[in-house]
């Protein structure tokens, strides 16, 4: 049974517009949250992580969003970049293993 | 610098032969992972060495054997594999051991393996 879900695989987004990436989870003991973006045949980078005391955090155009009641937490990325284009892997620790979703992967089209 | 280096980028191998992938680490992280990913999947955990030991193992398979010679260096010897085992190795250290909350797992760019 899959504990962390992305159930969008794609999503397409004009240049300099807002990413909205989605990512919910089934267990209530999760408590440290990561994405990490992957470029084809490369490991994924980790790019932004949050706690489950906090309901935000920020660092430049990269913002995720917890709420826990929802058992959801997204990703906006803002302005978009072409460059920004990859699979996006939501995370969730548990036990020291980290437990990921399918991955969504983003376009972003000039 | 979060810099994990794995050797070697691609590796094709017989069913019979015997083989090692390589994972180095600088940043004085005291874990370290090997994953195993398959196109379109997401990774999927196989060993985790907590302070050089062995603390996680999800029921690999015995033909895939990790070893931890020091807190920098930990390797994946392969033998006997079948060409289902070929995918994307990724290795990955974070700077603590396991079970603490907010440990950030760093990769490595990955080993492709082929097996014919």
């Known amino acids: 049974d899959q504990q962390v879900k992305q159930n969008s695989p794609s999503l397409s987004v004009q240049e300099g517009r807002i990413s909205i990436l989605n990512c919910d989870y089934t267990?209530?003991?999760?408590?440290?949250f990561l994405w990490y973006k992957k470029y084809p045949a490369e490991g994924p980078t980790f790019l932004i992580s949050?706690?489950?005391?906090?309901d935000k955090n920020e660092d430049g155009r990269f913002t995720v969003f917890l709420n826990k009641s929802a058992k959801h937490l997204s990703l906006h990325i803002v302005p978009s970049q072409p460059g920004d284009s990859a699979v996006y892997f939501c995370?969730?620790?548990?036990?020291?293993?980290?437990?990921f979703g399918q991955g969504t992967e983003l376009s972003v089209k000039p | 610098d979060t810099e994990v280096t794995q050797t070697p980028k691609h590796l094709v191998m017989g069913m019979t032969n015997k083989k090692s992938l390589k994972c180095e680490q600088h940043?004085?992280?005291?874990?370290m992972y090997w994953y195993k990913q398959k196109a379109k999947k997401p990774p999927e955990l196989m060993f985790v060495?907590?302070?050089?030991?062995?603390?996680i193992n999800e029921s690999v398979p015995s033909r895939f054997s990790p070893e931890c010679p020091n807190s920098s260096l930990l390797n994946l010897h392969l033998h006997a594999l079948q060409p289902e085992d070929s995918a994307l190795y990724l290795c990955?250290?974070?700077?603590?051991?396991?079970?603490?909350?907010?440990?950030?797992?760093?990769f490595g760019p990955g080993t492709r393996l082929t097996v014919l």
């Open positions: 949050i706690s489950s005391i906090k």
């Open positions: 060495y907590s302070y050089e030991k062995l603390s």
């Open positions: 267990n209530s003991m999760f408590d440290y």
């Open positions: 990955a250290s974070s700077p603590r051991t396991s079970g603490i909350v907010t440990d950030t797992q760093y």
């Open positions: 940043m004085g992280h005291r874990a």
């Open positions: 995370a969730a620790m548990q036990g020291g293993k980290l437990i």
